[in-house]
């Protein structure tokens, strides 16, 4: 718990008087201002975060968190609970969709065992495993808090051990059977949701599959006595993925028992791969580099993250809008936009890594282009 506090309080807000500097430099490059549109929100973002107007990343990486749900006995996914295990070996072997795409980008896959419920070996694999899959939380909390912690905490120091490493930019991934469940559960006890908005289709369900993951949904609140108890609790206030991020993050920090409830709704009714990711959103906000967020799933650790430590969001860039119902809301609770619509629903930091080139882009936007002076363009 120590640990988890010293993280949170590592956090400070991003740098706004670089994001300013930014600003002022893209409105000396040969442009109409502002025409370069969430590539300019980008830039100035990520010089207020890094404190760099010019930051380039050598060397990025998506961080695959895994692990597995005991609320698959109740009948809630199109695939069996075994895919875990199984596309954890494929992310290692590196055929799976976000090897493919993180090549593409220049990035590393960080493959992480959070609490998959199988024995798992290969070089390759980081082990944080806490155990193997949580429990049924239609039936009983699905986390101690001490689980819950050793989670976040262990995804933080996995950042650690990167930022050591060299890396200075991170994309959010999972992969477990069940866990949209999981998310939708937490969406509606953070934000008082009704089931029938959060709870999406996950891997493909169809009709009367949908209606019943909504009353397990219904029934894990009742049981963890969660019903009725996030209704009220404001969501983030309107930032986007630009340098007035932080600004709106301290305005939606809320009282002390905040970060005590997300903390009680994730280790009730959230998962391990999840609470890996919150403590890597963390981690990374800690070491003041972005983080791009993926899909459902890890929007959801990113809304986590934001209630423990409201300025963390001013470190995280939302990739897409994935076709999971719900997926709008977490964003609009934590507080971001989307850049990206590609009606994806994968998971695995497929949305986010795509988002490494923007990256990129904008960087050497900031590089490369001539100012109206160097270029000899007349401003009017
Ligand atoms: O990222 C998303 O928005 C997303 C939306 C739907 C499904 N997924 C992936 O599908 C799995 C969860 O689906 P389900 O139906 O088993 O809950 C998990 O491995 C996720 O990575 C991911
Ligand atoms: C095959 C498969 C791959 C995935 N990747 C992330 N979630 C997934 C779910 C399934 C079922």
Redesign the pocket.
């Known amino acids: 718990m120590n640990n988890l506090h010293n993280l949170i309080n590592a956090i400070e807000p991003i740098h706004q008087e670089v994001a300013l500097q930014a600003n002022d430099h893209l409105n000396q490059l040969t442009k109409p201002q502002g025409s370069l549109g969430k590539l300019e929100d980008i830039a100035r973002q990520v010089a207020g975060i890094t404190g760099e107007v010019m930051p380039t990343f050598e060397k990025k990486a998506v961080i695959v968190m895994a692990g597995d749900h005991g609320v698959c006995e109740e009948g809630i996914s199109a695939?069996p609970a075994a895919?875990t295990p199984q596309?954890v070996l494929n992310f290692l072997y590196g055929g799976?969709a976000v090897n493919v795409l993180a090549r593409h980008a220049g990035a590393d896959v960080v493959c992480v065992d959070m609490g998959v419920n199988a024995d798992l070996e290969h070089p390759n694999l980081v082990s944080c495993k806490v155990r193997k899959g949580t429990r049924n939380m239609a039936k009983e909390a699905a986390l101690t808090l001490e689980e819950t912690t050793q989670a976040i905490v262990a995804g933080s120091e996995i950042v650690d051990d990167l930022v050591a490493k060299g890396y200075r930019l991170f994309a959010t991934g999972e992969?477990g059977?069940g866990n949209t469940t999981a998310s939708a559960a937490i969406l509606c006890a953070l934000t008082g949701l009704d089931t029938s908005i959060a709870v999406g289709r996950g891997?493909g369900i169809d009709d009367a599959t949908w209606l019943h993951k909504q009353s397990v949904v219904n029934t894990a609140l009742d049981v963890n006595g969660l019903l009725g108890r996030g209704a009220g609790v404001s969501a983030g206030a309107s930032a986007s993925a630009s340098a007035s991020a932080s600004a709106s993050a301290s305005a939606s920090a809320e009282e002390g028992s905040s970060g005590d409830y997300a903390l009680e709704v994730l280790s009730k009714v959230g998962g391990l791969e999840i609470a890996g990711l919150v403590g890597v959103i963390l981690g990374a906000a800690k070491h003041r580099c972005p983080v791009i967020v993926d899909g459902f799933i890890s929007s959801t650790a990113a809304l986590v993250a934001s209630r423990l430590a409201p300025l963390s969001a001013s470190y995280m860039l939302a990739s897409h809008l994935s076709q999971e119902q719900g997926h709008a809301k977490v964003l609009e609770s934590v507080g971001l936009a989307a850049m990206l619509q590609m009606d994806m629903r994968?998971?695995?930091g497929t949305g986010a890594v795509l988002v490494f080139n923007l990256i990129d882009a904008a960087g050497k936007i900031m590089k490369e282009m001539a100012t109206f002076e160097s270029a000899g363009v007349s401003r009017e």
């Open positions: 695939f895919v596309m799976a992969m059977i891997t994968l998971g695995e």
